[in-house]
């Protein structure tokens, strides 16, 4: 059976005894979080008018399913049914 051991005795024997992560300062951490905002504010203001394109081509193509605008505009195919039905639901355009 062993002994226990104090914890001045456990500090003298591993010299990592009693320490924690080192955590990074605080402003290095908010900068971090600072240039990740601006990354996302940058990639919002360059996401185009998605509901403009579809209104367009529907209108030039007003049989059209949700795969044929999918594949024309090059957009996902959830998005565009997404768009789509929120466009209905504002009443521009009929679901027929």
């Given at each position: 059976?062993?002994?226990?051991?104090?914890?001045?005795?456990?500090?003298?024997?591993?010299?990592?005894?009693?320490?924690?992560?080192?955590?990074?300062?605080?402003?290095?951490?908010?900068?971090?979080?600072?240039?990740?905002?601006?990354?996302?504010?940058?990639?919002?203001?360059?996401?185009?008018?998605?509901?403009?394109?579809?209104?367009?081509?529907?209108q030039d193509h007003?049989?059209?399913?949700?795969?044929?605008?999918?594949?024309?505009?090059?957009?996902?195919?959830?998005?565009?049914?997404?768009?789509?039905?929120?466009?209905?639901?504002?009443?521009?355009?009929?679901?027929?």
């Amino acid at each position: 059976m062993q002994t226990q051991r104090s914890v001045d005795e456990a500090s003298m024997l591993d010299p990592t005894f009693g320490t924690s992560t080192v955590v990074p300062q605080r402003s290095a951490r908010r900068a971090t979080a600072r240039r990740a905002s601006s990354r996302r504010a940058t990639a919002r203001q360059r996401k185009d008018d998605v509901e403009g394109r579809i209104d367009e081509y529907v209108q030039d193509h007003p049989d059209s399913t949700i795969g044929d605008i999918a594949k024309r505009l090059n957009v996902n195919r959830g998005t565009i049914a997404a768009e789509r039905s929120n466009i209905v639901r504002a009443g521009d355009i009929s679901t027929g």
